[in-house]
């Protein structure tokens, strides 16, 4: 592996530093405190061509590779876990119909993705169904001639109820396999199909200014035309696109890190205990020094599990051990980070009180760090 950065690299890592600098750190505290989706900034980095940052040239993307999209997801994330949030999904989204779709589907949608048009969401998560994905109760059931009719619904689904939202990639159980397991297939869910609702908000303990709802499906008709991908392989081609979340996630993990040091380090060198700043004491020392150890540790794994990624190598292991290690270092460094503010920590006016709200997600979303405990294990034959 070629450790050297491109100038291409580069010029994307400082081009990302800039917006979030001028255009994301003003409105982070608005974002928290209101919950407002962030319209102008995303239209600002969408005419950066960051929306399609994966999606190839000819689709109107800007045709990145795995690699760069790391790169400018650590130096987003470390000014805003929401804002990169938001953007990770739509990418994510994007990516399905690169990899699944057919041409008349990449066509039509993509560049729409690409240019920032509409913004991508993924309906896999249900009342019962989390980490047990195989347990999706929403049924797509053939109904005449090359349609399906669908009922059910979908919870905690991210980017889905926004302006520029036009539906979701939806996952429904369409049959049954030989060992009794459904049969999950992936369908494209348009916003303006009759039976389809947003159901509920909730409201979270972070990520304000992402929307997160329910969805309800109630007799959705939709064509053949529709199916993305392979018919019951859904599960798969799900678990395919959760491999690259992994990524993404132990590399926000990272990111969080970072932010982690970089507010506590400043705190700690003007607050002053005992005559002298809390910096120059050992236990504080310590501290800061293992963020940085572990902010260090997981860029380096970030960037070479992106970088076997898009060499075509199988990675479900090191993705899993990637987003197991990079979270949970994060809620231990959003603990320390906390405790070395006191009291200011416990104040919502301070970023770190905020961190340490978006660090405790990270070990949840993307499938659960005891789920990816599984995988690994299973990629020792266990």
Not at 89 to 107: D, R, T
Not at 216 to 227: F, G, R, Y
Not at 369 to 377: G, P, W
């Amino acid at each position: 592996m070629n450790f050297e950065l491109s100038d291409e690299q580069r010029q994307v890592i400082s081009m990302v530093n800039q917006f979030a600098q001028n255009e994301i750190a003003p409105i982070e505290e608005h974002m928290d405190a209101s919950g407002e989706f962030p319209y102008t900034a995303w239209e600002k980095w969408s005419e950066l061509g960051m929306a399609g940052i994966l999606i190839p040239e000819r689709y109107g993307g800007s045709g990145f590779d795995t690699l760069t999209y790391i790169l400018a997801m650590e130096a987003l994330s470390r000014i805003s876990q929401t804002f990169a949030l938001i953007w990770q999904v739509h990418v994510m989204v994007g990516n399905m119909y690169v990899a699944l779709g057919n041409e008349q589907q990449k066509q039509e949608w993509l560049p729409k993705f690409a240019s920032g048009e509409i913004l991508g969401a993924f309906a896999l998560t249900e009342p019962g169904a989390g980490s047990d994905s195989a347990g999706i109760k929403t049924k797509a059931e053939r109904e005449g001639d090359g349609c399906w009719r669908i009922n059910g619904s979908k919870i905690f689904i991210s980017n889905a109820s926004t302006r520029i939202s036009n539906g979701t990639v939806l996952m429904a159980a369409t049959g049954c396999k030989s060992d009794g397991t459904p049969a999950i297939s992936c369908f494209i869910l348009p916003s303006d199909t009759l039976g389809y609702a947003i159901g509920q908000s909730f409201e979270e303990m972070a990520w304000h200014g992402m929307t997160n709802n329910e969805l309800i499906l109630e007799d959705v008709v939709l064509p053949d035309a529709n199916l993305l991908g392979i018919e019951g392989s859904g599960l798969k081609q799900a678990l395919g696109a959760l491999n690259l979340g992994r990524i993404v996630f132990g590399a926000l993990g990272g990111s969080l890190i970072q932010a982690c040091l970089d507010e506590s380090l400043a705190y700690t060198k003007e607050r002053k205990q005992f005559g002298k700043p809390l910096s120059k004491f050992q236990l504080t020392q310590a501290k800061l020094a293992d963020m940085a150890a572990h902010a260090e540790v997981i860029r380096a794994m970030s960037h070479r599990v992106a970088w076997r990624y898009d060499k075509g190598e199988d990675v479900h292991a090191e993705a899993a051990m990637l987003k197991l290690v990079g979270t949970r270092l994060a809620i231990q460094a959003a603990g320390e980070a906390f405790q070395l503010h006191g009291g200011y920590g416990f104040m919502r006016e301070y970023r770190v009180n905020r961190l340490y709200r978006e660090a405790q997600i990270l070990a949840i979303g993307e499938g659960t760090n005891e789920i990816q405990q599984i995988l690994i294990a299973r990629s020792l034959g266990c």
